[in-house]
């Protein structure tokens, strides 16, 4: 389905389960940073940045539960089990506040800092469904930041619906300075739909 020559990692800020889903044999061939700890220098790492709902949490940890939906068990607050995930607010204390003495945020801080890494090791990058919202100003300054410590990505190829309405393009353009950016105005209605022309932006890159 993918060429591991051109893909190194996957980013992704939804916490649904379609990727897995679409993908067949998904343990065989992705991990969870952070989460999975064995075999990972034969897969691919998939950043679920704002969690995932089968990443289980509870008052000391969080593991994974599968590629079901985590069922939320709720006793007490000290006492509890549910999905780990980042709500879609504007303040997301989980990434934004230096808690280091609460497990859950200094989770989320090493993860965003490990797909900080691996983006230093990236020339090109697809974008597919993400515009960079106001509310997702944390992926902003990743992506620049990275962009700078590696000293620029060479190629964005970025997926979108035409829309002269948005300013989406313009917006990054500005986090990704002079690299080449191709767009595609047709986006990605639905990944899992769209496999084959998504290898071909791959390709591309």
């Known amino acids: 389905m993918y060429d591991e020559d051109l893909l190194r990692c996957i980013i992704s800020y939804n916490y649904e389960l379609s990727v897995e889903k679409a993908i067949e044999g998904f343990d065989d ?34 593991t994974r539960d599968d590629n079901t939906v985590v069922s939320m068990e709720y006793r007490s607050s000290d006492d509890y089990i549910q999905p780990s ?10 990434i934004n506040i230096d808690f280091q003495r609460d497990y859950r945020a200094r989770f989320y801080k090493n993860l965003w800092h ?47 619906k ?6 989406d393009s313009k917006k990054v353009r500005s986090i990704f300075g002079d690299a080449d950016l191709i767009e595609e105005s047709e986006g990605l209605e639905s990944l899992s739909k769209n496999i084959d022309k998504f290898l071909e932006f791959m390709k591309k890159a």
């Open 29 to 62: 061939k992705f991990y969870y940073p952070l989460i999975d700890k064995n075999s990972r220098k034969e897969r691919i790492p998939f950043f679920k940045l704002h969690g995932s709902l089968n990443w289980k949490e509870d008052q000391s940890r969080i």
């Open 85 to 94: 995930i980042i709500a879609p607010t504007l303040f997301k204390q989980e």
């Open 114 to 160: 490990e797909c900080w890494r691996h983006l230093q090791e990236t020339d090109s990058i697809i974008i597919a469904g993400f515009s960079f919202p106001a509310t997702d100003w944390h992926a902003q300054v990743l992506f620049e930041s990275a962009g700078r410590k590696r000293g620029g990505f060479k190629k964005i190829i970025y997926c979108h």
């Open 162 to 167: 035409d829309d002269s309405k948005n300013d």
